[in-house]
């Protein structure tokens, strides 16, 4: 289930690389003063790009709706106590730096460079899960989600406090202090499903 919960997460965050390849298909005459071409023109120079927006959309509220579904019905780990946060948010420019600024790049009227395209795409995926950066995720950045580095405690042993060190994902601000509960991803990576008692 994990697995199949990191491809969901990589093709959610591709949502919006898929929605500037589809406006970089159309292709829209710009011409200050020119005469309108028309409708039906337009339509014909823009129907591709649309087709490719809408289906983004459509397959990426899918897999959303999968993923909120798997994350409420997993057992979530026992309660833990945050002793120390910090936000990684900053981690998601640079994969849109890295990952989506090079591939929109692409001329998307040539069939060889959505070749390209595909393959890159199953390689960055295979990358991507291995490597647990599935978290950096910035369709779930826009959805509100926030991603953290935290140190928790999760028991106690003879009155002393054992820490251990956990990235989550959660769509609340937490504070340190906070009881959280989360449903495991991957080794070291959760996402958040209760804060102090309160299901989220």
């Known amino acids: ?3 199949i919960q990191k491809v969901a997460l990589y093709i959610l ?3 919006f690389l898929f929605v500037i390849v589809g406006f970089l298909c159309m292709d829209i005459p710009f011409e200050i003063g020119g005469d309108f071409i028309g409708m039906p023109q337009l ?7 649309i087709y490719i927006i809408i289906v983004s959309i459509l397959i990426e509220c899918v ?5 909120k579904k798997s994350w409420n019905k997993n057992t ?3 309660s833990v106590k945050i002793i120390h946060k910090e936000d990684l948010n900053y981690n998601i420019l640079n994969f849109v730096a890295s990952y989506f600024v090079p591939l929109v790049s692409f001329n998307y ?3 060889n460079h959505w070749i390209v395209l595909s393959i890159l795409l199953g390689i960055i995926g295979i990358i991507f899960c291995k490597s647990n950066g599935f978290y950096n995720n910035p369709t779930l950045a826009l959805l ?3 991603l953290y580095q935290t140190q928790v405690e999760t028991q106690k042993i003879e009155k002393k406090e054992k820490k251990e060190s956990l990235i989550v994902i959660c769509n609340k601000n937490m504070s340190e202090g906070d009881n959280i509960q989360y ?3 991957s080794d070291g990576v959760g996402v958040v499903t209760y804060i102090n008692n309160k299901k989220i």
């Open 1 to 3: 289930m994990r697995t």
């Open 13 to 15: 965050s591709m949502a």
């Open 43 to 49: 339509w014909d120079k823009c129907q591709f790009g």
């Open 63 to 67: 897999v959303y709706s999968f993923l």
């Open 76 to 78: 979530p780990e026992l």
């Open 109 to 111: 009227v040539k069939l």
């Open 144 to 146: 509100g989600f926030r």
């Open 183 to 185: 449903v495991m991803l």
